[in-house]
């Protein structure tokens, strides 16, 4: 079963029109309606394609609501992934991460960056029949791709063209008012052209240290989807991604999880771990990590582990370490 994050879920309800059951559609999908926004919790592609059918149907003017769902998309909703494409150098680089980093948002897309002659071509490959789900869903990767390009780049972008494999919907003239540029359906291709001096130039909070950091991490999750047997990994890995919004509860982690908080619980004791133990163990990773990798203050350390206080954070460091977070980065 191939998956894709539920953060596109949430993204094509706030766009949705009036008399649609929203607690029922997410409870279908597997998703808490009274639970967060969390992006590691995923659900099956062809439940999430049938979903935005139905929204798109019930939608006054649907074939906008793709574009109006990637444009609501921010940087800021994909976690790290986010961070790291804010944080890299200039556009190319960001799209290098995309490609690079897709699968942790999805596993039923694949993105490829190439060179051409007008500019660089970045391309969605999805393979599947071409129903209606699946198309929408390609518009509105495409139009967040776009969407995420404009919020970072230091210059007004505007990308050269923009290609859809499938033919044009009812409406399509929203399309090119929407990009800003030729729009053409029934393409070889699901792709949008950008000229190089717009992939060239500079993003606004391009840092290479920063980038590189986030790199680390991304690559560090991608190894850990290669354990998903491994309930250990995936529960300090889910724990982590949530620290900076404090200690996640065991019933959170479970929901990313697919799982009820009582489930997990059990196959960790059966495992002979604690839900208590391994949220221990991932601050404790995780600071080390900050430690070692990034110039960060202290206080900002201990809020991104989940701390409140830059004591408290202290005293745990010193029952993990044996030493003060000071002494720790100090020794290199």
């Known amino acids: 079963m191939k998956r894709i994050t539920s953060l596109f879920v949430w993204k094509v309800l706030g766009q949705a029109g009036e008399g649609l059951d929203r607690t029922y559609l997410l409870r279908s999908l597997g998703i808490d309606p009274e639970g967060p926004v969390d992006p590691s919790v995923m659900v ?41 494409w804010k944080s890299a150098p200039d556009l190319r680089g960001s799209y290098e991460r995309l490609q ?34 699946l198309r929408l869903s390609n518009e509105a990767t495409i139009a967040s791709i776009v969407s995420m390009s404009r919020q970072v780049s230091t210059r007004e972008f505007r990308p050269g063209e923009i290609h859809f494999k499938h033919a044009a919907p009812d409406g399509h003239g929203e399309h090119e008012r929407h990009f800003g540029c030729p729009v053409f359906f029934g393409s070889g291709m699901d792709a949008l052209l950008v000229p190089n001096d717009a992939m060239s130039a500079p993003n606004r909070l391009g840092d290479p240290a920063i980038a590189e950091f986030f790199d680390t991490h991304l690559d560090s999750e991608l190894a850990g989807m290669g354990e998903c047997d491994d309930l250990e990994h995936r529960v300090r890995s889910c724990v982590s991604s949530h620290l900076s919004e404090g200690v996640p509860t065991v019933s959170t982690i479970a929901r990313s999880l697919g799982m009820s908080g009582r489930t997990l619980q059990r196959r960790l004791s059966e495992k002979g771990s604690t839900f208590q133990v391994l949220v221990d163990e991932s601050r404790r990773q995780l600071a080390q990590k900050l430690l070692k990798e990034t110039d960060y203050p202290l206080m900002e350390i201990a809020f991104l582990t989940g701390f409140s ?7 745990a460091f010193r029952r993990w370490a044996g030493q003060t977070p000071r002494s720790y980065r100090l020794e290199g």
């Open 44 to 84: 099956a592609d062809k439940d999430y394609y049938e979903f935005f059918e139905t929204v798109v149907r019930s939608a006054p003017e649907g074939h906008g609501v793709p574009l109006r769902v990637g444009a609501s998309m921010r940087c800021d909703d994909y976690g790290a992934f986010g961070l790291a």
């Open 100 to 133: 690079r980093f897709a699968r942790i948002l999805t596993d039923v897309s694949e993105y490829e960056v190439s060179d051409v002659d007008d500019g660089v071509l970045m391309q969605l490959h999805r393979e599947g029949p071409r129903t209606l789900g």
């Open 309 to 315: 206080e830059q004591s408290a954070f202290t005293r």
